[in-house]
């Protein structure tokens, strides 16, 4: 929409991405899930796109299986499954979870595998969502 001549309120997808995972590497996490969905959209590239950039830019070398991307409309189960499996990886020490939905799902796969938020793994959300208020430490959320 840029190249329109209209007025627009846009978000900085590529760089809210991006300055999510420097702050996951300044505090020295190294293994960096992403769980992003697989829909082809201008805001998940980007998302993605900042993602893979940052690592770049810190000589983190990409590893396509920290990446999830799941189905948009696979149930959630298998959502949870999915999730079950890469958060299972005992390297992964962060993610970054750009969709409502899967934030959601990835919490509750961390209380079903005893993970901390925190303590055992760092968690950034893409959108803030009113359950975060119910949890404790709080999550980051990119607003």
Do not use: C
């Not at 590497?25 to 992003?36: D, E, F, P, R």
């Not at 998940?44 to 299986?65: P, T, W």
């Not at 993610?95 to 938020?117: A, D, F, R």
């Amino acid at each position: 929409m840029p190249d329109l001549n209209t007025s627009y309120v846009g978000a900085d997808h590529f760089n809210a991405s991006y300055q999510s995972i420097q702050r996951f590497i300044n505090q020295g996490k190294k293994n960096i899930a992403l769980v992003t969905t697989d829909i082809n959209v201008e805001q998940i590239i980007e998302r993605y796109d900042g993602y893979k950039k940052a690592l770049e830019d810190n000589g983190i070398k990409y590893d396509g299986s920290l990446v999830l991307k799941i189905h948009f409309n696979q149930e959630e189960r298998e959502t949870i499954a999915q999730i079950k499996e890469l958060f299972g990886n005992e390297k992964n020490d962060a993610v970054l979870l750009v969709i409502n939905y899967l934030i959601i799902s990835g919490l509750k796969v961390l209380k079903q595998i005893n993970k901390k938020v925190g303590d055992d793994f760092a968690v950034i959300a893409y959108n803030d969502h009113e359950a975060f208020e119910l949890h404790t430490p709080s999550i980051s959320a990119v607003q």
